[in-house]
């Protein structure tokens, strides 16, 4: 399984962009795709997850509200739309997929990593 995250960039507050994760190779036991954020010197965070079948969604507090995860089944293609951000949201994004159901915010039982996109949000 390969994960490839773009749509990261540079952004003012209050602005919006869309991240998208494309998954190639054995995606049929694909359960769950997650987004998390990393910013220099900080521990990574959760920002969300969804369950391919269902659409069902969880987000971290940080961004319930104003970020949306939705997927494209028929084109392998999870989406991480951002809007209203603010300069806290810098960070690099990584998508990342699992054989596991839930939609709970752990990091635990990730099985394949994206490279990670950045995202810079200025004052």
């Known amino acids: 399984v390969q994960l490839q995250a773009s749509g990261g960039g540079l952004v003012q507050a209050g602005g919006s962009l869309r991240l998208s994760c494309e998954v190639s190779g054995r995606t049929f036991s694909i359960l769950t795709m997650g987004w998390f954020r990393q910013a220099p010197g900080k521990e990574r965070e959760f920002v969300g997850v969804?369950?391919?079948?269902?659409?069902?969604?969880n987000y971290g507090d940080s961004v319930k509200g104003r970020f949306t995860i939705s997927r494209d089944n028929a084109k392998n293609t999870v989406y991480l739309q951002m809007n209203s951000l603010k300069p806290e949201d810098t960070a690099v994004y990584y998508c990342?997929?699992?054989?596991?159901?839930?939609?709970?915010?752990?990091?635990?039982?990730?099985?394949?990593w994206g490279q990670g996109t950045q995202v810079t949000v200025s004052s």
């Open positions: 969804i369950r391919w079948s269902g659409g069902i969604t």
């Open positions: 990342a997929s699992r054989y596991y159901g839930s939609v709970d915010a752990s990091e635990a039982n990730y099985n394949y």
